[in-house]
Structure formats: C-alpha cells, structure tokens
C-alpha cells in the first residue's frame, strides 16, 4: 500500500522549509491525493477493512481530505463528522488515536460524543465530486454551457442525455489521434458512432472531472484538468487533460477533442 500511496501523491522537487523547521528537497502534496476519489477508493477501502477489526464508532476528518468518508463508509458504518484536525474515536480495548487534533477541531461536540450523549451524524454512500466549480463560476457562453452539460451527465452515467447535446453530424476524438479506442485517429463522425462510444465508456460511477482552468472564445470552449475513470475490470486511472468544445448556433455540440496521453494513463492504473 506504501508504493501505491507514494505513485499517487503530487510531488515537487526543489528546496522547502517545512513548518517543523527542517528543510528538504520534496514536497508531497497530501491535500491533494483527496481531490480525486476514484484513485484512492481501493486504497481506502484496503485500510478500512484493517480497521474494522476494531471497531470504531467515528471517524473524523478534515474538509480537504474529506476523502475518508470513502474508508468510513466501508469500515461497516461508523459515524463521521468535520474537523480541522484527524482522529479516530475507537471502539473498547483500543483507546483514542489523535485526540489532539480531534478536541481541538470539535471540542465539546466531541466530549458529548464520545462520552455517548449524542448520536454521531452517519455518512451516506454518494463519494466526494471532484471539483468543476471554476468552470461553474465562470462566465456563461453556450459553448460554456454544453461543456458543463457534458461533464454533468457523463458524470452521472446518463449516456442518453449526453448524445442528445450533440448535432446530427458532430465528431469525437477522445482521445485525439489514434488510439486502441480508434485505431484511425479519425474520431467517431455523425450521432451513430457517437451513440456507440456513448454505450462503452459513459457509465454511472466511473468517470470524475477536475476542472482547474476554462477559457471561452467564440463559439469555442477549452477547459484544463484531470480526469479520473473506472473501468469495468474495476481498475483506476487518471490523466491530465485538455477538452475542446466547439458548438452550433443551437448550442449542439459539433465537435469535441480531448487531448490526453494513453500510455500515461495506463500506466497509472490500479
């Protein structure tokens, strides 16, 4: 689990003070691993299986890797509940790990609950959505707009109402150029081909968009982020990318490109 963790945590290279006073020469960005759930689900999952044994009855956690409701969720269902600090509250025979942190970020929430005079709040099942807010934020264009509308609702599985955002004659490259998903590097041209890529690889649960950038010009969108997917092996990837969007002047979709690296990706599968 160690090299799995270490593979995925961005990195840095160059010279840090870090707050402890030491210096060094690599910066792991923790917060980070959190922001794409799709990845660590397995390794969340693995960790909670090794605490249950224990039986915990809450688990706490920052707003940033909020990403632990995936490991509570599968440890059989303890409660979980929002701190700036991390702990777990264990069952008998096990004692408090990091009370520190959990004192300090719910204080007297956390006495009541511990000492069982309130119910803790449980955790659903829906995971942590990678972030599209940049692109939500930003200023309306209709290209804009079928962008979002394509990321919601492949998102959401709902591969129906994602062909239906594009034209009769629209073209897709997902990727752009030839790839083992075409071989031709010519895309899937007209609302059949599309409708066949729809059926392969729009699906509930399998796919995850983290927008950091957009930028809109005419009847054009681009945006810039990471996308991470699920296949139906159940292996995990990730990959930067880049998505083109052109539409019409009824804001159907003509053409969408997405730029990403195949072997990239593959390679970060687990």
């Given at each position: 689990?160690?090299?799995?963790?270490?593979?995925?945590?961005?990195?840095?290279?160059?010279?840090?003070v870090?707050?402890?006073?030491?210096?060094?020469?690599?910066?792991?960005?923790?917060?980070?691993?959190?922001?794409?759930?799709?990845?660590?689900?397995?390794?969340?999952?693995?960790?909670?299986?090794?605490?249950?044994?224990?039986?915990?009855?809450?688990?706490?956690?920052?707003l940033?890797?909020w990403?632990?409701?995936?490991c509570?969720?599968s440890?059989?269902?303890?409660g979980?509940?929002?701190?700036?600090?991390?702990?777990?509250?264990?069952?008998?025979?096990?004692?408090?790990?990091?009370m520190p942190?959990?004192r300090?970020?719910?204080?007297a929430?956390?006495?009541a609950?511990?000492?069982?005079?309130?119910?803790?709040?449980?955790?659903?099942?829906?995971?942590?959505?990678?972030?599209?807010?940049?692109?939500?934020?930003?200023?309306?264009?209709?290209?804009r707009?079928?962008c979002?509308?394509?990321?919601?609702?492949?998102?959401?599985?709902?591969?129906?109402?994602?062909?239906?955002l594009?034209?009769?004659?629209?073209?897709?490259?997902?990727?752009?150029g030839p790839?083992?998903?075409?071989?031709?590097g010519?895309?899937?041209q007209?609302?059949?081909?599309?409708?066949?890529?729809?059926?392969?690889?729009?699906?509930?649960?399998?796919?995850?968009?983290?927008v950091?950038?957009t930028?809109?010009?005419?009847?054009?969108?681009?945006?810039?982020?990471?996308?991470?997917?699920?296949?139906?092996?159940?292996?995990?990837?990730?990959?930067?990318?880049?998505?083109?969007?052109?539409?019409n002047?009824?804001?159907?979709?003509?053409?969408?490109r997405?730029?990403?690296?195949?072997?990239?990706r593959?390679?970060?599968?687990f």
């Open positions: 689990m160690h090299d799995q963790i270490a593979a995925l945590l961005p990195r840095r290279e160059g010279h840090f870090f707050e402890s006073g030491h210096h060094g020469g690599l910066w792991l960005d923790l917060e980070r691993l959190f922001l794409r759930p799709l990845r660590i689900e397995p390794l969340a999952k693995a960790l909670a299986e090794r605490l249950a044994a224990h039986q915990p009855e809450v688990v706490c956690g920052p940033v890797e990403g632990l409701r995936r509570c969720w440890a059989r269902g303890p979980g509940c929002r701190a700036r600090g991390i702990g777990l509250v264990s069952g008998p025979g096990l004692g408090a790990l990091g942190a959990l300090k970020g719910l204080g929430l956390l006495t609950r511990v000492s069982g005079r309130i119910q803790p709040t449980p955790l659903g099942t829906r995971g942590l959505a990678m972030s599209i807010q940049v692109l939500l934020d930003a200023p309306k264009t209709p290209a707009e079928a979002i509308r394509s990321i919601q609702l492949s998102t959401a599985g709902d591969g129906a109402a994602w062909l239906e594009f034209a009769e004659d629209a073209v897709v490259q997902d990727p752009y790839s083992p998903f075409d071989p031709s010519k895309g899937q007209g609302k059949a081909a599309i409708k066949a890529f729809c059926a392969d690889h729009i699906r509930p649960n399998t796919i995850a968009f983290e950091r950038q930028i809109a010009c005419g009847n054009a969108c681009v945006i810039v982020g990471t996308i991470t997917t699920k296949g139906p092996d159940g292996k995990v990837a990730w990959c930067e990318i880049v998505n083109h969007y052109e539409v002047d009824e804001g159907k979709i003509v053409l969408l997405s730029f990403w690296d195949f072997d990239a593959v390679k970060t599968e």
